[in-house]
């Protein structure tokens, strides 16, 4: 059978097989800013973090934790090489994400028709916040231990329901049979991130406005921008890999996990630590749990937060999101370094006040 | 880019160094995802202590003649006997006729290392750890292994001479390193 005719045959069977095909042959408008690569650049590296976590998985022993990780480092061959592969793959995915985010957010992509996209996108946070938190916990070292030692004690304090999905979820107190529940979560999340960011690129596809005028062919034109766009990422990887491979891990996962060690604050990986920031804007527990929950549901929520109906942008309300960008900032940089007093807690809160009251306010005034 | 945007009908100027760079950047990019690649699929591969489990080396000058040394390699009792120059003559002129299930000594011997049997010590009826690695132990009326169990006997060789058992004790993969040592899987 011809290769053209294979197609045929496959094409009238399978819905989507052709989207590749159809990708490289699609027409689109000239001078597409280089930032429009950033989703690809994003699934290049959830890619390389599903095939190192395919290659860790075997290594790994949930009831010994710290250990299997040793081992890893200098038993497995290469083993070091996959394991930053994974840390570093981690850390760049969310550099990427975040990125991406704070520009649909500066570009107002969220308003419709693309808010189906723009809920993708903040769904894949979620998913990944919540994957990249059981890795820090799944390194076996006291500052996830105890990361998983304070979610346990929650879930435990939850009443009804809710509490008892968590202690599901968690599998008891903090050991290694909850570890082994969360390498197992660890992977069902990876697997959903890889389902989102298809639906979020399908989604982005739809939103995109119809082509005026004669495009430029993806072959070969935007796929040389594509190809240098993961060239430069290649380097930037490559560089961390062999200079700082730790960097922004924090440093309290290099001691073995003892029930007997609670550090005085929790050293997260930096990009955990806005999430870490804002759920503390809110005190006790339940606070916590409400915080996450809330900045999950105005991220979510935000194409009709928006009250500009389609308007032009607004300069305010343009100055506002660049504010609410340093906020998250410093929002990490506050939780990473603590320094204590009132300021942590108004970065937090300002992140809630920007959506809740700034956004419709200033945006309605901004379009009337 | 830039003088990509004349569009696809424009003919390159230099469409040869346009070729070149093509198949360089591709060759660029299949170098680079290779060499990602490369350490995934090396670290899935056994490493130097899996490698040393799978093949050990066992000396065998030790064995004293006339007894065996049982070793274990992947869950199997392996025995290595070293056989006396009367043994092998006995067990030369055994008609094929016979043996329950014929072999040759040539087949059940590493050529040039004559005196040494390399055997999977379980009885090949009902599966059952066998006796007669030392002189003193029951060797049964082929001067070989008996099984305890069933009592299938076996020849020096590790051929099948009686009882339940109907096959030749199997023999694992093995090379000998020298005269001194061989290499099991």
């Given at each position: 059978?011809?290769?053209?005719?294979?197609?045929?045959?496959?094409?009238?069977?399978?819905?989507?097989?052709?989207?590749?095909?159809?990708?490289?042959?699609?027409?689109?408008?000239?001078?597409?800013?280089?930032?429009?690569?950033?989703?690809?650049?994003?699934?290049?590296?959830?890619?390389?973090?599903?095939?190192?976590?395919?290659?860790?998985?075997?290594?790994?022993?949930?009831?010994?934790?710290?250990?299997?990780?040793?081992?890893?480092?200098?038993?497995?061959?290469?083993?070091?090489?996959?394991?930053?592969?994974?840390?570093?793959?981690?850390?760049?995915?969310?550099?990427?994400?975040?990125?991406?985010?704070?520009?649909?957010?500066?570009?107002?992509?969220?308003?419709?028709?693309?808010?189906?996209?723009?809920?993708?996108?903040?769904?894949?946070?979620?998913?990944?916040?919540?994957?990249?938190?059981?890795?820090?916990?799944?390194?076996?070292?006291?500052?996830?231990?105890?990361?998983?030692?304070?979610?346990?004690?929650?879930?435990?304090?939850?009443?009804?329901?809710?509490?008892?999905?968590?202690?599901?979820?968690?599998?008891?107190?903090?050991?290694?049979?909850?570890?082994?529940?969360?390498?197992?979560?660890?992977?069902?999340?990876?697997?959903?991130?890889?389902?989102?960011?298809?639906?979020?690129?399908?989604?982005?596809?739809?939103?995109?406005?119809?082509?005026?005028?004669?495009?430029?062919?993806?072959?070969?034109?935007?796929?040389?921008?594509?190809?240098?766009?993961?060239?430069?990422?290649?380097?930037?990887?490559?560089?961390?890999?062999?200079?700082?491979?730790?960097?922004?891990?924090?440093?309290?996962?290099?001691?073995?996990?003892?029930?007997?060690?609670?550090?005085?604050?929790?050293?997260?990986?930096?990009?955990?630590?806005?999430?870490?920031?804002?759920?503390?804007?809110?005190?006790?527990?339940?606070?916590?749990?409400?915080?996450?929950?809330?900045?999950?549901?105005?991220?979510?929520?935000?194409?009709?937060l928006d009250r500009s109906r389609g308007a032009r942008h607004g300069r305010v309300y343009m100055a506002l999101t660049w504010l609410l960008g340093?906020?998250?900032?410093?929002?990490?940089?506050?939780?990473?370094f603590p320094m204590g007093g009132v300021l942590p807690k108004l970065l937090g809160l300002w992140f809630y006040f920007h959506f809740l009251v700034?956004?419709?306010?200033?945006?309605?005034?901004?379009?009337? | 880019?830039?003088?990509?945007?004349?569009?696809?009908?424009?003919?390159?100027?230099?469409?040869?160094?346009?070729?070149?760079?093509?198949?360089?950047?591709?060759?660029?990019?299949?170098?680079?995802?290779?060499?990602?690649?490369?350490?995934?699929?090396?670290?899935?591969?056994?490493?130097?202590?899996?490698?040393?489990?799978?093949?050990?080396?066992?000396?065998?000058?030790?064995?004293?003649?006339?007894?065996?040394?049982?070793?274990?390699?992947?869950?199997?009792?392996?025995?290595?006997?070293?056989?006396?120059?009367?043994?092998?003559?006995?067990?030369?002129?055994?008609?094929?006729?016979?043996?329950?299930?014929?072999?040759?000594?040539?087949?059940?011997?590493?050529?040039?290392?004559?005196?040494?049997?390399?055997?999977?010590?379980?009885?090949?009826?009902?599966?059952?750890?066998?006796?007669?690695?030392?002189?003193?132990?029951?060797?049964?009326?082929?001067?070989?292994?008996?099984?305890?169990?069933?009592?299938?006997?076996?020849?020096?060789?590790?051929?099948?001479?009686?009882?339940?058992?109907?096959?030749?004790?199997?023999?694992?993969?093995?090379?000998?390193?020298?005269?001194?040592?061989?290499?099991?899987?």
């Open positions: 059978m011809r290769v053209e005719a294979k197609q045929g045959w496959l094409a009238s069977r399978v819905p989507g097989f052709t989207c590749v095909r159809d990708m490289l042959c699609e027409s689109r408008s000239p001078g597409a800013p280089w930032l429009a690569t950033l989703p690809t650049l994003l699934a290049a590296m959830l890619v390389l973090l599903l095939a190192s976590g395919v290659v860790l998985a075997p290594f790994y022993d949930p009831r010994h934790a710290y250990a299997a990780l040793q081992t890893i480092m200098r038993d497995v061959p290469g083993g070091w090489l996959v394991l930053s592969y994974h840390q570093i793959g981690a850390s760049l995915a969310f550099a990427l994400l975040y990125l991406h985010l704070f520009r649909i957010l500066l570009v107002r992509g969220y308003r419709a028709p693309a808010e189906f996209g723009w809920m993708l996108w903040v769904k894949l946070l979620v998913v990944l916040l919540l994957a990249g938190w059981m890795g820090f916990v799944l390194n076996g070292g006291v500052g996830g231990h105890s990361s998983l030692f304070n979610a346990v004690n929650a879930a435990m304090l939850l009443p009804g329901i809710p509490g008892a999905v968590a202690m599901w979820v968690f599998g008891g107190a903090s050991g290694g049979a909850t570890l082994a529940r969360l390498l197992v979560f660890h992977a069902l999340l990876a697997l959903c991130a890889a389902w989102i960011i298809l639906m979020a690129f399908a989604a982005d596809k739809k939103a995109r406005p119809v082509l005026q005028g004669p495009g430029v062919p993806f072959w070969p034109i935007y796929a040389a921008q594509y190809f240098a766009a993961l060239s430069v990422l290649a380097l930037v990887f490559a560089v961390l890999l062999g200079f700082v491979p730790h960097w922004g891990q924090g440093t309290q996962n290099t001691i073995p996990a003892a029930t007997a060690v609670i550090p005085a604050a929790i050293s997260y990986p930096w990009y955990l630590t806005p999430a870490a920031g804002l759920a503390g804007a809110f005190p006790g527990v339940a606070g916590h749990i409400c915080a996450m929950i809330l900045a999950a549901a105005l991220l979510y929520a935000l194409p009709w340093v906020d998250v900032l410093m929002l990490g940089l506050v939780t990473a700034l956004t419709p306010l200033v945006t309605m005034m901004e379009a009337a | 880019m830039a003088e990509s945007t004349a569009g696809p009908d424009a003919v390159p100027p230099e469409a040869g160094r346009r070729d070149f760079l093509k198949i360089l950047a591709m060759a660029g990019g299949a170098v680079g995802v290779g060499s990602v690649v490369w350490p995934l699929l090396g670290a899935l591969t056994p490493g130097a202590g899996g490698k040393a489990q799978a093949r050990p080396i066992i000396n065998v000058s030790d064995i004293a003649e006339n007894s065996a040394k049982a070793v274990q390699w992947a869950g199997l009792p392996i025995l290595i006997r070293r056989l006396t120059d009367q043994q092998i003559a006995v067990a030369s002129v055994v008609a094929m006729a016979d043996l329950p299930d014929p072999a040759e000594v040539s087949s059940r011997v590493a050529p040039g290392n004559r005196h040494f049997v390399v055997v999977v010590g379980l009885n090949t009826g009902i599966p059952c750890q066998l006796e007669g690695n030392s002189p003193t132990d029951p060797r049964g009326h082929y001067d070989g292994w008996v099984c305890p169990c069933d009592g299938s006997e076996y020849d020096v060789l590790g051929r099948v001479r009686s009882g339940p058992a109907k096959y030749n004790l199997a023999i694992p993969r093995f090379t000998f390193i020298n005269n001194n040592q061989i290499q099991l899987g």
